[in-house]
């Protein structure tokens, strides 16, 4: 199935909105290719790995961060992102033989990834591509790959490439395990609430964003799956509004950052019914002791003491919430980008392949 | 050996210039140790793991960041930082029988780091505690202990801990290989190269703060093992002078970030000798291109197109490079904490033992 070509109104940002508007159709997309990737997630456990090593850049690094928990939790393995230095830089001799590869890139370009796609496939790893470009250098160095099905991606900020890099790992992880029925209706669901809350999110966004017009500087925190959301959340604002945005750990933040936070230093917070909600609410608590302004997102927003929410749905399941709580954050940081002065579509120092070593 | 009482003349940053310059002599107070710790690297070979699980928070985490290139280059070992929440929240039943866990924690007291070690104990993996409290409830939640030997703390940035953290990950690293001797050899080498560049180290710092007294933020690039050197000094940054300074890899720094950097956010860059310093010249370049003031330290650090630089000797290994090169920041943070009128032995907010979950 291929995109439909979406009609953009000129202007600031109009591309990366359009793109953020195109998500649910992009998760459907993805979706119609389910049986294959189910398919790829089966030949994965034929193999009986002991572990799956995570690699990407930026946006998709932050998807890796996700594929911890999503392996973790439904297929009971190992998941981790590992290092591409170690082995493209150090040579290290690792022994990755009961290792799958799971690299991730939007263009399937990215140098460094595909170099360590062929050094871990030469040293016997089964290797998976997940990219919007199958016939890539990626795609033509892994064993498999997935097609993310994203379409192309005009704004150089990737959104809807994300959202189907975190579906892909669900869908993998979901065959993997042979779930991958609960996993496709699941998601779903979820391209069906996603359509729905858009609108509503795209007006409190905006509202927010310009009283933070004044705001350099954040921490975004997050805890176990919403990590992966609070570091994209925050490459979103670093890239579009020139924020100097950390991502933390909800616990991390009390590990030494919150001494730098104040009345001028805002915390943004990814709140979602699940297990890690009472940590959230510690390091709210925390940050609001010390004079922070907070805005929370996700499904449990209302429930921290936030002054700006930005609630979204609860999911069908935990581990499918940071599809829906990350949406927010990219509408945020297009409008915050506007109430800058800035256009969200052409970030400065940016291009859309980033082929840095 | 117990640590010397340090004679510490007051004023702000007193504490925490007395723990920097103590480090070489908290160095030797490890190396005293160096049988007993290689002894526990070869209780973890005998039980030949598949993979070694780093687990802490804040300093602790970014020692951890090391030690997957201890592991990876001196004993061929897979190695990574493990999700804690993935077990302590989400109760992942990951199979850990063959895997080895380090947990690092200055204290011995952090909860979930401690209820992790519990956890993986009783599912079967072989726990070694790194604490300077072998008696607290870290230490008696894992089998194995190994005394980090700083001594008593007193400023709450830890400086002195980090730097045994990483020696005492090399020794184990180290005696997993059967290389416990040249590994306690080359830290030795480290501790008389650290003694003799300290006073130069800390002239250079403090002229190089007051320029900086304007900064509120600011990127710390390394790549490889110095990518940990990034995260510690992003983290003093932040935690004594009230920077925005977020770590990220030499790579990841084009893949978003770069966007927001213009001539009032400088980069930090660590660059030393080995196979990653192009990837990290190349992150100064793009830096530089966009007009950011470029402040470097480490080995290789007059080599970069830096306003200010801060270089260290070369370790006798790449490997044990960072040991060195965290040190100018150290000493930069806390001569930039006092330009701006801060005290670093009290940044706000925090406290030596942080108990957050």
Redesign the interface.
């Known amino acids: 199935m291929e995109a439909e070509p979406v009609r953009v109104e000129p202007g600031p940002g109009a591309l990366f909105r359009s793109e953020i508007f195109e998500q649910p159709d992009a998760l459907e997309r993805l979706l119609a290719d389910r049986v294959a990737i189910a398919a790829v997630g089966e030949a994965v456990a034929e193999r009986a790995p002991?572990?799956v090593r995570l690699v990407g850049?930026?946006?998709s690094?932050n998807a890796a961060a996700y594929g911890?928990?999503a392996f973790?939790?439904l297929s009971?393995?190992?998941a981790?992102?590992?290092?591409?230095?170690?082995s493209v830089?150090?040579?290290?001799?690792?022994?990755?033989s009961?290792?799958v590869v799971i690299a991730l890139s939007q263009s399937g370009r990215t140098p460094?990834v595909v170099e360590y796609v062929e050094r871990a496939r030469a040293r016997g790893a089964l290797t998976v591509a997940l990219t919007n470009d199958t016939d890539s250098a990626l795609g033509e160095a892994a064993e498999l790959a997935v097609g993310l099905q994203a379409g192309r991606e005009r704004a150089v900020?990737a959104t809807k490439t994300y959202l189907n890099e975190l579906a892909a790992l669900v869908l993998l992880a979901g065959g993997l395990a042979g779930r991958a029925d609960e996993a496709a209706a699941g998601l779903h669901e979820v391209a069906v609430l996603l359509r729905s809350s858009l609108p509503e999110l795209e007006r409190d966004a905006a509202r927010i964003a310009v009283p933070c017009a004044y705001v350099?500087?954040?921490?975004v925190v997050g805890?176990?799956p919403e990590?992966a959301t609070a570091r994209e959340i925050a490459?979103k604002l670093?890239?579009?509004?020139?924020?100097?945005a950390?991502p933390l750990?909800?616990?991390?933040?009390?590990?030494?950052?919150?001494?730098?936070?104040?009345s001028l230093?805002p915390v943004w917070a990814i709140a979602s019914h699940?297990?890690?909600l009472?940590?959230v609410a510690?390091?709210v608590q925390?940050a609001k002791?010390?004079g922070a302004t907070v805005i929370s997102c996700g499904s449990a927003a209302t429930e921290l003491e936030a002054e700006y929410t930005l609630a979204v749905p609860d999911a069908p399941a935990p581990l499918l919430t940071p599809l829906l709580s990350v949406v927010p954050g990219q509408l945020f940081a297009g409008a915050l980008a506007r109430a800058k002065g800035l256009d969200p579509d052409r970030?400065?120092?940016?291009s859309k392949v980033?082929l840095?070593?």
Chains 1, 2 share one sequence.
């Not at 670093?238 to 100097?244: G, K, V």
């Not at 970030?347 to 940016?350: K, R």
């Open positions: 002991l572990m850049h930026g946006t690094d911890v928990y973790g939790l009971g393995l190992t981790f992102r590992d290092s591409i230095s170690l830089y150090y040579g290290a001799a690792l022994d990755v009961r290792s460094d900020a350099g500087r954040m921490f805890r176990g990590l490459l670093t890239e579009t509004c020139r924020i100097a950390e750990s909800a616990t991390a933040l009390a590990h030494g950052p919150i001494a730098a936070v104040d230093f699940d297990a890690s009472p940590a510690e390091a925390r002791a010390v970030p400065s120092g940016l980033t840095a070593r």
